[in-house]
């Protein structure tokens, strides 16, 4: 191993085998964008060529699936689904989508992600047999088709009593409804969203949803839009689907104890998870778990109070690396929200956060361990923003402004970062480069969006104490450009080193940011207490610090810093790949780069 400080001319380590899976996994990345037509339904008959290669075509016909397709909360449905039936003592495998660190989130088996060992093993039976009969008719399978397939693998091989598979996207012409006869299909809330591909109206997108019914096999939705709730029942009447609404569950029935998962709108994805469970056990022969009427088994408690994990949805992660007072001077409210419906659900959930002890129900543990702590200093909230060019920020930003305002929540700033990060070197101090090509174009329209909601929307105290400092439009390296009520920043980084800054500088203020993305969503990475801000797409990426994990070359080369040690006295090390097999990750959000404001690494 090179130590830190050492000559450049030592060669990268050798990729390792997790690596090179996800290099042959990148190559499977197509470069049309999801606004190719083309990609529609997209020669889908060759799933089932696929399935025949690998000779999945009798185990998937055994599976006992659950099959849930939505806009909104069909991942959360899925966990507690899963969560459901795991505490009623079967073996389960979850199949969702995004992945936010690792594809391995993407695979669970008994609530846990697949461990690499049986990633490997998997992984390499499918891509090479696939790639064995690949031809000119029966190509490679895409990104997440593969992987769709991988998860019929693993749940297939591992003999799971329950495979819960959430559709991707749409669900016609999905890669998961390949299955046949599911035991229950699940609609969860329908909104506007991925329009270019499914449609420009509620009762397109609701006609894709509906495409995973299958004849006779029960359905259950939630309250939908009137439009959407139509065609629902017209594509269910047509398949013979006895297709039934299912209510939000009553907070009451969970003896005192709160859901798994934050949120006020967790409580209809959790009405759902119910039905499905419960079809699910009458379906398949486990009438000892009666259905529930005004009281839930014990088991479905438990299901759906255990602590869960959806990271970067309704998430609370204090900054523990800007060697202030307190952890809570700087707060990140991570979510993902990205249409206009689960924008306000967003901005409902953030007002709820904020508020002081006493005034809500707080959904964070600091809060609790800290009251006095939290209400004797002033809180502002920054909102962090970012979207893709096909939202309309016109729908976006409104949406969240008012409800915010309608808590009595209101932004001080909002700071509008490109969808792209940079190589800042662990444990440099200094902000990273700015690049004079990187296209703020998008970042401009959106604040300029944001400008004018606010010349037309003003609210709280202009004069409240610990104001963020306006100085930034001075500093061409930190903000390209700063209004009032916004700034632009050139990268994910610069924008965490100001808030940073801000914070070490005001000693009476806090803040409390907000940052909303799908696709440029970070967190903070836990390897030996050490945590890694990650931000995406780029072309560098953190697989995981599991162990230990080793700095990459280019680092040690270029920083004379000692690699930290963990609790083991060990070298905690970090495995980068090199950049032609970095990119990996192509369904919803890209690669993910550790922009290393590392306080401990110094």
Known sequence: MVEAGGNGSSAPPPATPYEKALAALSSLITKRSRADKSNRGDRFDLLFDYLKILELEEPIAQMKIIHVAGTKGKGSTCTFTESILRHCGFRTGLFTSPHLIDVRERFRLDGVDINEEKFLAYFWWCFERLEEKATDDIPMPTYFRFLALLAF??????????????????????????????????????????????????????????????????????????????????????????????????????????????????????????????????????????????????????????????????????????????????????????????????????????????????????????????????????????????????????????????????FKKALFVPNTSVNHKVGSHSLPPTDSQVDLSWQFALQKVWENLMMGNKGGDDNSAGTVREELADDKEIAIISCKNSAVFPSLPSAIQWLRDSVRQSKSVRFQVMPVFRRLIYFVFHSHGTKVYISGPCNWFVTSCWRCVEIHQEMRRTTKLKPPICKDSEVVKCRLPQRASATYCMFSTATYFASAFLSGYN
């Open 153 to 410: 693998k693993i749940f297939a091989a591992e003999q799971v009593d329950v495979a819960i598979l959430e559709v991707g996207l749409g669900g016609r012409f999905d890669a998961t409804n390949v299955v046949q006869a599911p035991v229950v299909c699940g609609i969860s809330s329908l909104g506007y969203d991925h329009m270019e591909i499914l449609g420009n109206t509620l009762g397109a997108i609701a006609g894709e949803k509906a495409g995973i019914f299958k004849s006779r096999v029960p359905a259950f939705t939630v309250p939908q839009p009137d439009e959407a709730m139509r065609v629902l029942e017209e594509k269910a009447s047509r398949l013979d689907v006895p297709l039934q609404l299912v209510r939000p569950l009553d907070p009451n029935m969970l003896n005192g104890l709160k859901l798994g998962l934050e949120g006020e709108h967790q409580y209809v994805n959790a009405g759902l998870a119910i039905a499905l469970s419960s079809t699910w056990l009458q379906r398949t022969g486990h009438l000892e778990y009666p259905e529930h009427s005004t009281s839930l088994p014990e088991q479905y408690i438990k299901g759906l109070t255990a602590k869960v994990s959806l990271q970067g949805r309704a998430q609370i992660v204090p900054d523990r690396f800007i060697n202030s007072e307190s952890p809570e001077d700087l707060v990140f409210y991570l979510d993902g929200a990205h249409s206009p419906e689960s924008m306000e659900i967003c901005a409902r959930w953030f007002s709820h956060s904020v508020q002081p002890p006493g005034t809500s129900r707080s959904s964070h543990d600091w809060v609790q361990r800290h009251p006095i702590e939290t209400v004797r200093r002033n809180s502002e909230q920054i909102l962090l923003f970012n979207c893709m060019s096909v939202r309309d920020p016109q729908l976006l930003l409104p949406n969240l402004m008012k409800t915010c305002a309608s808590h009595g929540v209101y």
